[in-house]
């Protein structure tokens, strides 16, 4: 580019940092000035109020003066955190105040504007021109969606329509432009290429400068509940998602916060690797949890709950026995519709027969007893629906409840307790009991109604977790219910059609009936359990969210999803996914798309394919696209580098030899980020025994909060998600990776390279490698 046009560029970046410095200098003098008004307020905040509550009027007189005072505090700390917030974003702007610039003239006028593009948007107060726009502004969706040529955009007030006369992208570092060019297509590949051929890190990067068209398309959909992004490993779905929230928290500033938004992600170690996407980009983190942690919640003082990892542990490592087909035939079945209808069915059943209840008891007596519960609760109207009939007999419940209480009052175990109470206690009757005389000329015995109230303190102390467990209707026997559904015939008959149920269903039954009586709910069960817990107890709704997002969805169930959508009923959601990294392609949600409409609606229902796989060299995608079946749909980045390895073992001894050397010649071409990738924690855990002191690595386990950095040996399961530069396969044999349900497993494991991948072979190669052309990896015969 001449020196010319890159000088004025330069002079332009330096004009605008100066402005961004004045503004920042200003920023921190009035920040500090807000800071100590703050301070004096909250320091003189009961001086500058006369407290006074001689009668009524000085009372609200006292009341405004507080409320006054109080107001005038909010209103300086929200200035002061807004400020702080323009501050952060200002500093950030210092080092690169923009990254992209186009040319427009908007039709009917003759004026060309420059619009530069940066990550935040930066008047200048004096002139009143934007000096750089966000990239979240409407504007901005040109430099994302277009190239030069007529184009047009959406803006609040309507369509704006023109001439972009050029583009321009930028990579500037502390203030100095260190690359610039023109750029012909939507987002020039150059910049791209650089951004791709840097090397992994242990945090998750923002794509600002270089979204793609496609993925522009996900970061800036408003109009659909339920937005499915269905795309290719490596495609940035999680990018494209992180994106996407920090432009809805500017689109909808004022009344969207982080804090309504909830990231669903695969497990606890992700969740850190993507933390510092929203605040690079200036914007609070949103809430991130993941769905275990939900049944936890929900469940876990019930049952000892499986975690997806354990089950994932017992699939892979498990020998195949017809006890082990029955899990799987019961995993299969339990995520289908026709299983979780039943389920409605069956509640529909329990109006009119089949109710199970627990007697609410207190010390060793019964307050309510299961069969008088039972016969009050279809003694209601028969059309009554369900969540009615439970409010009403909470209500019955709790007056038994209190009745018990009036009974207890005089019982002896309840004269030896209050010996027991302490002074404050006593202090506390006697002040009732003084406040009770001087309001009113009764007379009454006053020892005795002390000794009443210390009574009621005793017997209201002990009853309250009865009274809690009833509030939350836990006298309703949920898991005797849920375990009825597999026990009784008169049931089955009633919710299921008969060519409904798969042919091992009696062996299903028997299975999850001993989990269940061990207090044991397999991951499997969990979710239907919740559903029907749900349905019948009533939900446990959160209507602040209203954003959820859900990571990795190829491994929710249809009804893992709808749970969601009912506990945020208020909430749209993002739900992404690639079904080829499912572990269970016959359970996902997203596999079934006619299922996944009904969730929010075919009219709110969005799906956007994602096809570009952007994490992999060109060479790691041509192979590892040959593993799924559609793969040649996935188009690879054009970014060179060297063909897998494939480095088959005649001798099996040598095993842990060759991955040692694999990983050290990985390190020596200065790769940082390196994972051994193993089929099983079992296997991981086994692996790091053997080798990690000769390399120093660290051990991942579904514990692991934190993405470690360096060497790591790590489960496939849990790599979802991350990347790394380089990757070596422990065991890519056939005898590790043959089942359907594995080769999802090695595709997700093979798809986590960004620059090279090394798979080591002890015996045969696994099908998923045989089956694809030769030509696409490089074979290392070593005897
Ligand atoms: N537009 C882009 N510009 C720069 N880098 C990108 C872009 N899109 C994706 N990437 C990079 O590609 C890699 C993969 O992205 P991401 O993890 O979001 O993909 P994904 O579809 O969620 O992957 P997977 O399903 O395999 O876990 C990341 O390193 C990301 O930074």
């Known amino acids: 580019m001449a020196s010319e046009e890159w000088r004025e560029e330069q002079q332009y970046v330096d004009h605008v940092t100066r402005r961004i410095h004045e503004r920042v200098d200003s920023l921190q003098t009035e920040l500090g000035g807000v800071k100590e008004e703050v301070v004096q307020i909250r320091r003189n905040f009961w001086d500058d109020v006369t407290v006074n509550v001689g009668n009524v009027d000085d009372i609200t007189e006292t009341h405004f003066a507080i409320r006054q005072q109080a107001e005038l505090l909010s209103e300086r700390e929200r200035r002061y955190t807004n400020a702080h917030g323009v501050l952060k974003t200002l500093t950030r702007l210092l080092s690169s105040p923009f990254f992209g610039r186009i040319d427009f003239v908007e039709q009917g006028s003759k004026e060309l504007e420059r619009i530069y593009i940066g990550i935040g948007s930066f008047r200048d107060e004096e002139t009143d021109e934007f000096l750089v726009y966000d990239w979240r502004a409407p504007i901005s969706s040109l430099y994302y969606d277009h190239i030069p040529g007529p184009v047009s955009f959406e803006a609040p007030a309507g369509e704006i329509s023109g001439e972009m006369t050029g583009k321009r992208q930028y990579v500037i570092r502390h203030g100095k432009i260190e690359v610039m060019f023109d750029a012909a297509v939507t987002i020039g590949d150059e910049l791209l290429m650089q951004a791709l051929g840097r090397h992994a890190d242990a945090q998750m990067k923002s794509i600002v400068a270089t979204i793609q068209r496609e993925q522009n398309e996900i970061i800036r959909n408003d109009t659909s509940s339920m937005l499915i992004v269905q ?183 309840v004269e030896d307790e209050v010996e027991l109470l302490d002074h404050d206690d006593y202090q506390r009757a006697h002040n009732q009991v003084s406040r009770m005389k001087s309001g009113s000329d009764a007379s009454f015995d006053d020892f005795a109604k002390e000794r009443e109230i210390l009574s009621r303190m005793v017997v209201n102390r002990r009853m309250a977790k009865v009274k809690r467990a009833v509030k939350r209707l836990a006298f309703v026997d949920v898991k005797g219910i849920y375990r009825q559904f597999f026990t009784d015939d008169a049931v089955l008959a009633n919710v299921f059609a008969e060519d409904e149920l798969p042919s091992c269903w009696r062996e299903i039954c028997q299975q999850t009936i001993e989990g269940l009586d061990e207090r044991k709910l397999a991951y499997e069960d969990a979710t239907p359990f919740l559903y029907l817990k749900e349905l019948i ?40 996914g690639d079904l080829n990294q499912s572990v269970f392609a016959h359970t996902a949600g997203l596999g079934n798309a006619q299922g996944l409409v009904t969730l929010y609606g075919e009219e709110r229902t969005q799906l956007v394919k994602l096809r570009r796989s952007y994490r992999s060299t060109e060479e790691i995608v041509r192979f590892t696209r040959g593993m799924i079946a559609g793969g040649e749909e996935i188009i690879p980045f054009e970014r060179r580098g060297e063909k897998p390895k494939v480095v088959v073992l005649e001798r099996p001894a040598t095993h842990n030899e060759r991955v040692l050397e694999e990983v050290k010649s990985l390190e020596e071409s200065g790769y940082s980020s390196i994972a051994v990738i193993c089929k099983s924690a079992r296997e991981s855990k086994l692996v790091y025994d053997q080798i990690a002191d000769a390399l120093s690595a660290s051990l991942i386990t579904k514990e692991t909060a934190t993405f470690v950095e360096g060497i790591v040996i790590i489960p496939a399961y849990l790599a979802k998600g991350v990347e790394f530069d380089a990757v070596v396969i422990y065991d890519g044999s056939d005898e590790a990776y043959h089942r359907e349900l594995e080769r999802q497993l090695f595709y997700t494991a093979c798809t986590r390279a960004m620059h090279e991948l090394c798979i080591v072979v002890p015996g045969r190669p696994s099908r998923f490698i045989t089956s694809q052309q030769a030509d696409t990896y490089a074979l290392h015969p070593v005897n």
Not at 319 to 346: C, H, M, N, W
Not at 541 to 568: C, G, M, P, W
Request: net charge neutral.
């Open 231 to 413: 795309g290719a490993a490596g495609s940035g779905k999680t990018s494209a998602a992180l994106q996407r929230v920090a432009y809805l928290l500017y689109k909808h500033r004022g009344s969207l916060e982080a804090n309504q938004m909830v990231l669903f992600s695969p497990n606890p170690m992700f969740n850190s690797y993507v933390s510092t996407v929203l605040p690079e980009l200036g914007e609070e983190n949103m809430q991130q949890t993941t769905f275990q942690d939900y049944l936890q919640h929900r469940l876990g003082r019930l049952f000892e709950l499986e975690d997806p990892f354990d089950h994932l542990e017992y699939l892979l490592t498990q020998q195949v026995t017809p006890q082990y087909e029955t899990r799987l035939e019961g995993i299969r079945f339990k995520s289908t519709l026709a299983f979780s209808d039943a389920l409605r069915r069956y509640v529909d059943l329990l109006l009119t027969d089949h109710m199970l209840f627990k007697s609410v008891r207190f010390r060793d007596k019964v307050v309510v007893s299961r069969r008088e519960i039972r016969e009050h609760f279809y003694a209601f109207e028969p059309s009554l629906k369900m969540h009615l009939r439970m409010d009403q007999l909470r209500k019955w419940v709790l007056e038994r409840v209190d009745a018990c209480i009036e009974e207890e009052l005089h019982e002896p175990w």
């Open 537 to 576: 107890q009533g939900m446990a709704i959160n209507t602040a969210v209203k954003h959820l997002i859900i990571d990795e969805a190829q491994d929710y169930s249809l009804l893992q999803l709808e749970v969601l959508r009912r506990l945020f009923p208020r909430s749209r959601m993002t739900a992404l």
